[in-house]
Protein backbone atom coordinates (compact mmCIF):
# COMPACT_ATOMS: atom_id res chain seq x y z
CA UNK A 1 0.00 0.00 0.00
CA UNK A 2 1.74 3.00 -1.07
CA UNK A 3 1.77 5.94 1.51
CA UNK A 4 0.74 9.22 -1.42
CA UNK A 5 -1.96 6.59 -2.16
CA UNK A 6 -3.93 6.46 1.30
CA UNK A 7 -6.54 8.87 2.46
CA UNK A 8 -6.41 10.95 5.60
CA UNK A 9 -8.60 9.04 7.77
CA UNK A 10 -6.27 5.65 7.03
CA UNK A 11 -3.15 7.47 7.38
CA UNK A 12 -4.33 9.17 10.84
CA UNK A 13 -5.37 5.49 11.62
CA UNK A 14 -1.61 4.35 10.98
CA UNK A 15 -0.58 6.96 13.05
CA UNK A 16 -2.33 6.68 16.11
CA UNK A 17 -1.62 2.93 16.00
CA UNK A 18 2.33 3.65 16.20
CA UNK A 19 1.92 5.55 19.20
CA UNK A 20 1.18 2.66 21.32
CA UNK A 21 3.38 -0.17 19.31
CA UNK A 22 6.37 2.31 20.21
CA UNK A 23 5.08 2.50 24.14
CA UNK A 24 5.06 -1.29 23.60
CA UNK A 25 8.07 -1.53 22.06
CA UNK A 26 9.65 0.50 24.52
CA UNK A 27 8.39 -1.60 27.54
CA UNK A 28 9.19 -4.65 26.17
CA UNK A 29 13.17 -3.49 25.71
CA UNK A 30 12.83 -2.43 29.48
CA UNK A 31 12.14 -5.95 30.18
CA UNK A 32 14.81 -7.53 28.05
CA UNK A 33 17.65 -5.41 29.12
CA UNK A 34 16.81 -5.62 32.61
CA UNK A 35 15.94 -9.53 32.28
CA UNK A 36 19.56 -9.83 30.69
CA UNK A 37 21.09 -7.47 33.30
CA UNK A 38 20.11 -9.85 36.52
CA UNK A 39 20.10 -13.08 34.43
CA UNK A 40 17.67 -14.66 36.75
CA UNK A 41 14.45 -16.36 36.25
CA UNK A 42 13.57 -15.60 39.33
CA UNK A 43 13.33 -12.05 39.80
CA UNK A 44 13.08 -10.77 36.30
CA UNK A 45 12.09 -13.90 33.80
CA UNK A 46 13.03 -13.24 30.24
CA UNK A 47 10.80 -12.27 27.96
CA UNK A 48 10.77 -15.93 25.97
CA UNK A 49 10.78 -18.04 29.29
CA UNK A 50 7.83 -15.72 30.29
CA UNK A 51 6.21 -16.10 26.95
CA UNK A 52 6.93 -19.45 27.13
CA UNK A 53 4.86 -20.48 30.50
CA UNK A 54 2.25 -18.24 28.88
CA UNK A 55 1.92 -20.54 25.73
CA UNK A 56 1.50 -23.46 28.45
CA UNK A 57 -1.29 -21.68 30.44
CA UNK A 58 -3.19 -20.93 27.27
CA UNK A 59 -3.42 -24.40 26.26
CA UNK A 60 -4.68 -25.54 29.64
CA UNK A 61 -8.69 -25.84 29.88
CA UNK A 62 -8.60 -24.73 33.66
CA UNK A 63 -6.62 -21.40 33.12
CA UNK A 64 -10.13 -20.46 30.92
CA UNK A 65 -12.26 -21.64 33.99
CA UNK A 66 -10.12 -18.99 36.41
CA UNK A 67 -10.06 -16.57 33.54
CA UNK A 68 -14.18 -16.55 33.29
CA UNK A 69 -14.58 -17.14 37.57
CA UNK A 70 -12.50 -14.21 37.82
CA UNK A 71 -14.09 -12.15 35.45
CA UNK A 72 -17.93 -12.88 36.38
CA UNK A 73 -16.85 -12.00 40.03
CA UNK A 74 -15.49 -8.74 39.17
CA UNK A 75 -18.36 -8.19 36.59
CA UNK A 76 -21.24 -9.44 39.97
CA UNK A 77 -19.22 -6.71 41.94
CA UNK A 78 -19.39 -4.09 39.28
CA UNK A 79 -22.57 -4.48 38.32
CA UNK A 80 -24.08 -4.52 42.35
CA UNK A 81 -21.70 -1.06 42.47
CA UNK A 82 -23.04 0.29 39.34
CA UNK A 83 -26.30 -0.39 40.53
CA UNK A 84 -26.33 0.79 43.90
CA UNK A 85 -24.62 4.13 42.74
CA UNK A 86 -26.85 5.11 40.12
CA UNK A 87 -29.75 4.15 42.05
CA UNK A 88 -28.44 6.39 45.38
CA UNK A 89 -27.09 9.35 43.35
CA UNK A 90 -30.21 9.85 41.39
CA UNK A 91 -31.96 11.47 44.64
CA UNK A 92 -29.25 12.83 46.36
CA UNK A 93 -28.85 15.07 43.10
CA UNK A 94 -32.23 16.01 43.19
CA UNK A 95 -33.13 15.86 47.23
CA UNK A 96 -30.31 17.61 49.09
CA UNK A 97 -30.63 16.43 52.75
CA UNK A 98 -30.55 12.85 51.20
CA UNK A 99 -27.03 13.41 49.73
CA UNK A 100 -25.72 15.48 53.27
CA UNK A 101 -26.68 12.54 54.69
CA UNK A 102 -24.68 10.20 52.32
CA UNK A 103 -21.84 12.41 51.83
CA UNK A 104 -19.69 11.35 55.23
CA UNK A 105 -20.42 7.23 54.35
CA UNK A 106 -19.24 7.75 51.00
CA UNK A 107 -16.38 9.68 52.46
CA UNK A 108 -15.45 7.09 54.90
CA UNK A 109 -15.92 4.69 52.52
CA UNK A 110 -13.57 6.17 49.69
CA UNK A 111 -10.82 6.43 52.77
CA UNK A 112 -10.40 3.09 53.76
CA UNK A 113 -7.84 1.41 52.90
CA UNK A 114 -8.25 -1.23 50.49
CA UNK A 115 -6.33 -4.09 52.49
CA UNK A 116 -8.58 -3.24 55.90
CA UNK A 117 -11.58 -3.77 53.77
CA UNK A 118 -10.58 -7.01 52.30
CA UNK A 119 -9.36 -8.33 55.26
CA UNK A 120 -12.52 -7.30 57.11
CA UNK A 121 -14.99 -8.72 54.04
CA UNK A 122 -13.00 -12.04 55.18
CA UNK A 123 -13.92 -12.22 58.42
CA UNK A 124 -17.43 -10.99 57.68
CA UNK A 125 -18.22 -13.47 54.39
CA UNK A 126 -16.98 -16.76 52.60
CA UNK A 127 -14.25 -16.95 50.21
CA UNK A 128 -16.28 -16.93 47.15
CA UNK A 129 -18.39 -13.57 48.26
CA UNK A 130 -15.49 -11.66 49.67
CA UNK A 131 -13.99 -10.21 46.23
CA UNK A 132 -17.61 -9.00 45.68
CA UNK A 133 -17.95 -7.61 48.44
CA UNK A 134 -15.18 -5.77 48.33
CA UNK A 135 -15.47 -4.87 44.94
CA UNK A 136 -18.58 -2.80 46.05
CA UNK A 137 -17.44 -1.38 49.13
CA UNK A 138 -14.30 0.33 46.90
CA UNK A 139 -15.99 0.87 43.71
CA UNK A 140 -19.49 2.25 44.89
CA UNK A 141 -17.77 5.28 46.45
CA UNK A 142 -16.12 5.90 43.13
CA UNK A 143 -19.33 5.22 40.99
CA UNK A 144 -21.56 7.12 42.97
CA UNK A 145 -19.12 10.64 43.15
CA UNK A 146 -18.87 10.65 39.47
CA UNK A 147 -23.08 10.06 38.91
CA UNK A 148 -23.85 12.46 41.26
CA UNK A 149 -21.30 14.65 39.59
CA UNK A 150 -22.54 13.92 36.05
CA UNK A 151 -26.63 14.36 37.11
CA UNK A 152 -25.66 18.11 39.18
CA UNK A 153 -23.53 18.81 36.46
CA UNK A 154 -25.88 18.62 33.67
CA UNK A 155 -25.98 22.61 32.58
CA UNK A 156 -28.27 24.79 34.23
CA UNK A 157 -29.24 26.65 30.97
CA UNK A 158 -30.50 23.83 29.07
CA UNK A 159 -32.55 22.30 32.21
CA UNK A 160 -34.09 25.87 32.84
CA UNK A 161 -35.11 25.85 28.93
CA UNK A 162 -36.72 22.63 29.41
CA UNK A 163 -38.25 24.25 32.54
CA UNK A 164 -39.91 27.19 30.70
CA UNK A 165 -41.06 25.00 27.52
CA UNK A 166 -42.79 22.29 30.60
CA UNK A 167 -40.87 19.54 29.03
CA UNK A 168 -42.57 16.18 30.90
CA UNK A 169 -40.20 14.80 33.23
CA UNK A 170 -39.87 11.64 31.15
CA UNK A 171 -38.75 13.49 28.21
CA UNK A 172 -35.83 15.62 30.16
CA UNK A 173 -34.37 12.21 32.16
CA UNK A 174 -33.77 10.16 28.69
CA UNK A 175 -32.94 13.24 26.11
CA UNK A 176 -31.73 15.71 28.42
CA UNK A 177 -30.10 14.25 31.63
CA UNK A 178 -29.09 10.96 30.01
CA UNK A 179 -27.32 12.05 27.49
CA UNK A 180 -25.42 14.70 29.53
CA UNK A 181 -24.60 12.10 32.01
CA UNK A 182 -22.93 9.35 29.37
CA UNK A 183 -19.84 10.85 28.76
CA UNK A 184 -18.68 11.30 32.46
CA UNK A 185 -20.18 7.55 33.16
CA UNK A 186 -18.60 5.70 30.48
CA UNK A 187 -15.15 8.05 31.59
CA UNK A 188 -15.91 6.27 34.92
CA UNK A 189 -16.83 3.06 33.91
CA UNK A 190 -13.59 2.88 31.95
CA UNK A 191 -11.44 3.52 34.90
CA UNK A 192 -13.15 1.39 37.46
CA UNK A 193 -13.72 -1.61 35.72
CA UNK A 194 -10.14 -2.13 35.02
CA UNK A 195 -9.64 -1.49 38.74
CA UNK A 196 -12.29 -3.99 39.92
CA UNK A 197 -10.53 -6.90 38.51
CA UNK A 198 -7.52 -6.05 40.25
CA UNK A 199 -9.47 -5.63 43.43
CA UNK A 200 -11.06 -8.80 42.85
CA UNK A 201 -7.76 -10.59 41.97
CA UNK A 202 -6.26 -9.13 45.20
CA UNK A 203 -9.16 -10.48 47.27
CA UNK A 204 -8.98 -13.72 45.69
CA UNK A 205 -5.61 -14.16 46.47
CA UNK A 206 -6.33 -13.16 50.24
CA UNK A 207 -9.33 -15.39 50.29
CA UNK A 208 -8.06 -18.12 48.61
CA UNK A 209 -10.92 -17.87 46.24
CA UNK A 210 -11.08 -21.82 44.13
CA UNK A 211 -11.13 -20.87 40.38
CA UNK A 212 -9.90 -17.88 40.21
CA UNK A 213 -6.52 -15.92 38.89
CA UNK A 214 -5.98 -14.29 42.06
CA UNK A 215 -5.08 -17.86 43.92
CA UNK A 216 -3.56 -19.08 40.56
CA UNK A 217 -0.87 -16.36 41.08
CA UNK A 218 -0.48 -17.11 44.28
CA UNK A 219 0.57 -20.65 43.90
CA UNK A 220 2.92 -19.85 41.48
CA UNK A 221 4.50 -16.99 43.86
CA UNK A 222 4.55 -19.99 46.73
CA UNK A 223 6.78 -22.12 44.02
CA UNK A 224 8.54 -19.18 43.35
CA UNK A 225 7.55 -19.56 39.76
CA UNK A 226 8.28 -16.03 38.38
CA UNK A 227 7.61 -16.62 34.74
CA UNK A 228 4.13 -18.21 35.78
CA UNK A 229 3.61 -15.31 37.89
CA UNK A 230 4.15 -12.60 35.24
CA UNK A 231 2.09 -14.42 32.28
CA UNK A 232 -0.85 -14.58 35.09
CA UNK A 233 -0.37 -10.83 35.61
CA UNK A 234 -0.11 -10.67 31.78
CA UNK A 235 -3.27 -12.07 31.45
CA UNK A 236 -5.05 -9.73 34.13
CA UNK A 237 -3.69 -6.98 31.95
CA UNK A 238 -5.13 -7.97 28.69
CA UNK A 239 -8.54 -8.56 30.87
CA UNK A 240 -8.67 -5.24 32.18
CA UNK A 241 -7.57 -4.08 28.35
CA UNK A 242 -10.19 -5.81 26.54
CA UNK A 243 -13.24 -4.96 29.33
CA UNK A 244 -11.88 -1.27 28.81
CA UNK A 245 -11.94 -1.62 25.22
CA UNK A 246 -15.36 -2.89 24.93
CA UNK A 247 -16.85 -0.07 27.10
CA UNK A 248 -14.68 2.50 24.73
CA UNK A 249 -16.38 0.79 21.47
CA UNK A 250 -19.47 1.12 24.07
CA UNK A 251 -19.55 5.02 24.85
CA UNK A 252 -18.87 5.61 20.98
CA UNK A 253 -21.62 3.77 20.31
CA UNK A 254 -24.23 5.51 22.71
CA UNK A 255 -22.42 8.66 22.21
CA UNK A 256 -22.55 9.39 18.24
CA UNK A 257 -23.69 12.46 17.52
CA UNK A 258 -20.29 13.31 19.42
CA UNK A 259 -18.56 12.36 15.86
CA UNK A 260 -21.93 13.45 13.35
CA UNK B 1 -51.58 40.70 26.18
CA UNK B 2 -49.11 40.51 29.28
CA UNK B 3 -49.57 42.30 32.13
CA UNK B 4 -46.92 42.34 35.13
CA UNK B 5 -48.77 43.29 38.48
CA UNK B 6 -46.99 44.90 40.89
CA UNK B 7 -44.14 42.25 40.99
CA UNK B 8 -41.54 42.33 43.76
CA UNK B 9 -37.90 40.28 42.65
CA UNK B 10 -35.50 40.19 45.17
CA UNK B 11 -31.92 38.52 44.96
CA UNK B 12 -31.02 38.03 48.73
CA UNK B 13 -30.98 41.34 50.73
CA UNK B 14 -31.00 42.93 47.00
CA UNK B 15 -34.40 44.60 45.89
CA UNK B 16 -34.24 44.48 42.22
CA UNK B 17 -38.57 45.02 41.34
CA UNK B 18 -40.29 46.48 44.03
CA UNK B 19 -43.96 47.23 43.11
CA UNK B 20 -42.78 47.33 39.28
CA UNK B 21 -45.92 46.85 36.49
CA UNK B 22 -45.37 46.70 32.69
CA UNK B 23 -47.68 46.18 29.68
CA UNK B 24 -47.95 44.57 26.62
CA UNK B 25 -50.62 44.33 23.67
CA UNK B 26 -51.60 41.95 21.90
CA UNK B 27 -49.36 41.51 18.39
CA UNK B 28 -47.25 44.12 20.04
CA UNK B 29 -43.23 44.38 20.27
CA UNK B 30 -41.90 46.17 23.16
CA UNK B 31 -38.37 46.28 23.58
CA UNK B 32 -36.81 46.32 26.78
CA UNK B 33 -33.37 48.17 26.82
CA UNK B 34 -31.12 49.72 30.01
CA UNK B 35 -27.90 49.84 31.34
CA UNK B 36 -26.05 46.57 31.99
CA UNK B 37 -27.31 44.51 35.33
CA UNK B 38 -30.49 46.92 35.72
CA UNK B 39 -32.19 43.74 36.09
CA UNK B 40 -33.55 43.10 32.05
CA UNK B 41 -33.41 39.71 32.12
CA UNK B 42 -34.05 39.06 35.38
CA UNK B 43 -37.40 40.72 34.36
CA UNK B 44 -37.97 37.88 31.60
CA UNK B 45 -36.56 35.22 33.72
CA UNK B 46 -39.76 36.27 36.38
CA UNK B 47 -42.48 36.49 33.52
CA UNK B 48 -40.71 32.79 32.42
CA UNK B 49 -41.12 31.15 36.25
CA UNK B 50 -37.31 31.07 36.30
CA UNK B 51 -36.68 33.32 39.41
CA UNK B 52 -39.52 33.41 42.47
CA UNK B 53 -41.54 36.75 42.62
CA UNK B 54 -44.71 37.98 44.28
CA UNK B 55 -47.52 39.98 42.63
CA UNK B 56 -49.19 38.76 39.51
CA UNK B 57 -48.14 38.10 36.03
CA UNK B 58 -51.21 37.58 33.93
CA UNK B 59 -50.98 35.94 30.26
CA UNK B 60 -47.60 34.22 31.19
CA UNK B 61 -49.19 30.96 31.43
CA UNK B 62 -47.31 29.76 28.12
CA UNK B 63 -43.90 31.16 27.28
CA UNK B 64 -41.92 30.82 24.53
CA UNK B 65 -37.99 31.98 25.24
CA UNK B 66 -35.78 32.01 22.94
CA UNK B 67 -32.69 32.79 25.20
CA UNK B 68 -29.55 34.74 24.94
CA UNK B 69 -27.01 31.44 24.16
CA UNK B 70 -29.33 28.95 21.75
CA UNK B 71 -29.36 26.66 24.26
CA UNK B 72 -29.52 23.10 21.93
CA UNK B 73 -29.14 19.81 23.59
CA UNK B 74 -25.83 18.41 21.81
CA UNK B 75 -26.98 15.39 21.31
CA UNK B 76 -30.21 16.08 19.41
CA UNK B 77 -30.51 16.98 16.02
CA UNK B 78 -31.75 20.32 15.09
CA UNK B 79 -35.56 18.69 14.75
CA UNK B 80 -34.81 16.45 18.00
CA UNK B 81 -34.25 19.75 19.89
CA UNK B 82 -37.35 21.56 18.42
CA UNK B 83 -39.35 18.29 19.41
CA UNK B 84 -37.62 18.17 22.66
CA UNK B 85 -39.73 21.51 23.57
CA UNK B 86 -43.02 20.62 21.74
CA UNK B 87 -43.75 17.09 21.30
CA UNK B 88 -44.88 16.60 24.34
CA UNK B 89 -48.07 18.88 23.32
CA UNK B 90 -49.15 16.50 20.61
CA UNK B 91 -51.19 13.47 20.33
CA UNK B 92 -50.23 12.79 16.95
CA UNK B 93 -46.35 12.99 16.68
CA UNK B 94 -46.18 13.38 12.99
CA UNK B 95 -47.99 16.32 13.79
CA UNK B 96 -45.64 17.96 15.55
CA UNK B 97 -42.98 16.50 13.05
CA UNK B 98 -44.14 18.39 10.50
CA UNK B 99 -44.70 21.74 11.96
CA UNK B 100 -41.05 21.65 13.29
CA UNK B 101 -39.76 20.72 9.61
CA UNK B 102 -42.17 24.02 8.11
CA UNK B 103 -40.35 25.86 11.01
CA UNK B 104 -36.82 25.22 10.41
CA UNK B 105 -37.95 25.58 6.41
CA UNK B 106 -39.58 29.27 7.60
CA UNK B 107 -36.13 30.25 8.82
CA UNK B 108 -34.04 29.06 5.69
CA UNK B 109 -33.06 25.69 7.09
CA UNK B 110 -34.50 23.39 4.93
CA UNK B 111 -32.20 20.07 4.85
CA UNK B 112 -30.52 20.61 8.22
CA UNK B 113 -33.07 18.60 10.45
CA UNK B 114 -30.30 16.14 11.41
CA UNK B 115 -27.24 17.96 11.76
CA UNK B 116 -26.59 18.37 15.23
CA UNK B 117 -25.88 21.59 17.05
CA UNK B 118 -22.09 20.77 16.67
CA UNK B 119 -22.14 20.98 13.07
CA UNK B 120 -24.09 23.93 12.90
CA UNK B 121 -23.24 27.49 12.64
CA UNK B 122 -23.67 30.32 15.33
CA UNK B 123 -26.71 31.71 13.09
CA UNK B 124 -27.90 28.61 11.88
CA UNK B 125 -28.33 27.65 15.73
CA UNK B 126 -29.79 30.66 16.82
CA UNK B 127 -32.20 29.71 13.68
CA UNK B 128 -33.05 26.77 15.29
CA UNK B 129 -33.71 28.46 18.68
CA UNK B 130 -35.51 30.89 16.96
CA UNK B 131 -37.60 28.18 14.98
CA UNK B 132 -38.07 26.50 18.32
CA UNK B 133 -39.69 29.46 20.39
CA UNK B 134 -41.96 29.71 17.44
CA UNK B 135 -43.08 26.19 17.15
CA UNK B 136 -43.44 26.41 20.62
CA UNK B 137 -48.02 27.65 20.66
CA UNK B 138 -47.69 30.21 23.18
CA UNK B 139 -49.22 33.86 22.81
CA UNK B 140 -46.19 35.36 24.47
CA UNK B 141 -42.77 35.34 22.93
CA UNK B 142 -39.91 36.39 24.72
CA UNK B 143 -36.37 36.68 23.92
CA UNK B 144 -32.98 38.06 25.59
CA UNK B 145 -30.76 39.67 22.91
CA UNK B 146 -31.18 37.24 20.86
CA UNK B 147 -29.14 38.30 17.90
CA UNK B 148 -26.10 39.03 19.70
CA UNK B 149 -22.50 38.00 18.68
CA UNK B 150 -23.87 37.56 15.11
CA UNK B 151 -22.48 39.32 12.41
CA UNK B 152 -24.43 42.06 10.91
CA UNK B 153 -25.56 39.71 8.04
CA UNK B 154 -26.80 37.07 9.59
CA UNK B 155 -28.33 39.16 12.44
CA UNK B 156 -29.99 41.16 9.87
CA UNK B 157 -31.33 37.85 8.35
CA UNK B 158 -32.64 37.02 11.76
CA UNK B 159 -34.73 39.97 12.26
CA UNK B 160 -36.45 39.39 8.89
CA UNK B 161 -37.26 35.64 9.96
CA UNK B 162 -38.66 36.95 13.29
CA UNK B 163 -40.50 39.26 12.14
CA UNK B 164 -41.68 36.92 9.24
CA UNK B 165 -42.51 34.34 12.04
CA UNK B 166 -44.07 37.06 14.73
CA UNK B 167 -46.51 38.70 11.68
CA UNK B 168 -48.10 34.81 11.35
CA UNK B 169 -48.31 33.65 15.06
CA UNK B 170 -50.20 36.31 16.50
CA UNK B 171 -47.86 36.51 19.83
CA UNK B 172 -47.06 39.96 21.59
CA UNK B 173 -43.35 39.74 22.21
CA UNK B 174 -40.69 41.33 25.25
CA UNK B 175 -37.34 41.70 23.58
CA UNK B 176 -33.96 42.70 25.77
CA UNK B 177 -31.47 44.09 23.85
CA UNK B 178 -28.64 46.13 23.95
CA UNK B 179 -29.07 47.34 20.40
CA UNK B 180 -30.68 50.17 19.52
CA UNK B 181 -30.78 49.86 15.76
CA UNK B 182 -32.57 47.03 16.80
CA UNK B 183 -35.15 48.10 18.46
CA UNK B 184 -35.69 50.86 16.00
CA UNK B 185 -36.24 47.98 13.23
CA UNK B 186 -38.32 45.74 15.29
CA UNK B 187 -40.15 47.43 18.32
CA UNK B 188 -44.00 49.10 18.35
CA UNK B 189 -43.06 49.80 21.89
CA UNK B 190 -39.72 50.65 23.73
CA UNK B 191 -38.88 50.95 27.25
CA UNK B 192 -36.15 52.39 29.33
CA UNK B 193 -35.13 50.29 32.30
CA UNK B 194 -33.08 51.63 35.00
CA UNK B 195 -32.28 52.51 38.54
CA UNK B 196 -32.44 49.97 41.94
CA UNK B 197 -35.18 49.13 42.44
CA UNK B 198 -35.72 49.16 38.79
CA UNK B 199 -38.35 50.80 37.45
CA UNK B 200 -39.50 52.62 33.68
CA UNK B 201 -37.39 55.37 33.03
CA UNK B 202 -39.07 56.09 29.31
CA UNK B 203 -41.25 55.01 27.09
CA UNK B 204 -40.15 55.39 23.27
CA UNK B 205 -43.74 55.14 20.65
CA UNK B 206 -42.55 54.26 17.58
CA UNK B 207 -45.38 54.37 15.53
CA UNK B 208 -44.40 54.09 11.98
CA UNK B 209 -44.96 50.69 10.51
CA UNK B 210 -41.65 48.60 10.56
CA UNK B 211 -41.93 48.18 6.75
CA UNK B 212 -41.42 51.97 5.99
CA UNK B 213 -38.54 52.57 9.14
CA UNK B 214 -36.05 51.51 6.36
CA UNK B 215 -36.71 53.77 3.77
CA UNK B 216 -37.05 56.86 6.62
CA UNK B 217 -33.80 57.48 7.75
CA UNK B 218 -34.13 60.44 9.59
CA UNK B 219 -37.34 58.96 11.70
CA UNK B 220 -34.38 55.85 12.61
CA UNK B 221 -31.70 58.99 13.82
CA UNK B 222 -34.17 60.88 15.58
CA UNK B 223 -35.97 57.78 17.56
CA UNK B 224 -32.46 56.02 18.00
CA UNK B 225 -31.36 59.72 19.99
CA UNK B 226 -34.26 59.55 21.93
CA UNK B 227 -33.68 56.09 23.32
CA UNK B 228 -29.88 56.63 23.33
CA UNK B 229 -30.32 59.71 25.50
CA UNK B 230 -32.91 57.81 27.42
CA UNK B 231 -30.35 55.32 28.45
CA UNK B 232 -27.75 57.33 29.43
CA UNK B 233 -30.14 59.38 31.92
CA UNK B 234 -31.11 56.55 33.23
Redesign the interface.
Known amino acids: MKINKLTQNQKTAIVSLLYPLFSLALIFALWAITAAYYDSDLLIPSIGTTFEKLGELLVQKQTYVDVACTLLRALRGFVLSFAIALALSVPAAFFKPFARILAPIVAVMRSTPTMSVILLCLLWTNTQVAPVFVTVLIIFPLLYTAFYTAITGVDKKLTDMARVYRVPFMTRLLKLYVPSMLPTVFSAVRSTLSLTVKLTIAAEVLAQTRNSIGVDMQLANLYLETPVLIAWTLIAIVLGAVLELIVYALGKLCMRWKNA | MLEIININVNYGEKSVFKDFSLEVKDREILCVLGKSGCGKTTLLNAV???VPHTGEIKGAD????M?Q?D?L?????AI?NIL?????LYKDKNEAKAIAKEALKAVGLEGFEN??P??LSGGQAARVSLARAFC?PSGLLITDEPFKGLDIATADTLEKYFLKLFESSHKCAVIVSHSVEEAVALADRAVVLGGSPCSVKAEIILDMPREKRTENLAYCAEKSAEIKAAIIAS
Request: proline letters at 4%.
Open positions: AGLSVSYFERIPSLTGFATSHRYHTY
